[in-house]
């Protein structure tokens, strides 16, 4: 079993930059694809970056390209959000999530392809 608990959320304006962390236990993280999803108030959850097992490869959302930065530390066992230049419609709740069926350099883009969550934690961004 996973245990993922996020931190970093909270209330910025548009433009600013914040910072999450999901710290995870009870697995090698090393072990680990990670990614992070959100969801917004009556919206699906939808995915926003993932980061593989190596921290060799990654993938954004179109909607945050170039302004999020997904990294991984897997001797503190801890995957960050970098988010800048945030915008309105980047508040949701904000979801850390862990799997180990991919390979090394692999990541997964849907939520079917993650087993473990976080608890979430929210980013509102107001104009």
């Known amino acids: 079993q996973v245990q993922l608990v996020e931190s970093g959320g909270g209330l910025v304006q548009a433009g600013d930059s914040l910072r999450l962390a999901c710290a995870a236990s009870g697995r090698t993280f090393s072990r680990l694809t990670m990614g992070w999803f959100r969801q917004a108030p009556g919206k699906e959850r939808e995915f926003v970056s993932a980061?593989?097992?190596?921290?060799?490869?990654?993938n954004y959302a179109d909607s945050v390209k170039g302004r999020f930065t997904i990294s991984r530390d897997n001797a503190g066992n801890t995957v960050y959000l970098q988010m800048s230049t945030l915008k309105p419609e980047d508040t949701a709740v904000y979801y850390c999530?862990?799997?180990?069926?991919w390979g090394w350099g692999s990541v997964a883009q849907s939520t079917g392809g993650y087993d473990y969550w976080g608890q979430g934690t929210q980013v509102t961004v107001s104009s």
């Open positions: 980061i593989s097992k190596s921290g060799g490869s990654t």
């Open positions: 999530a862990a799997d180990s069926r």
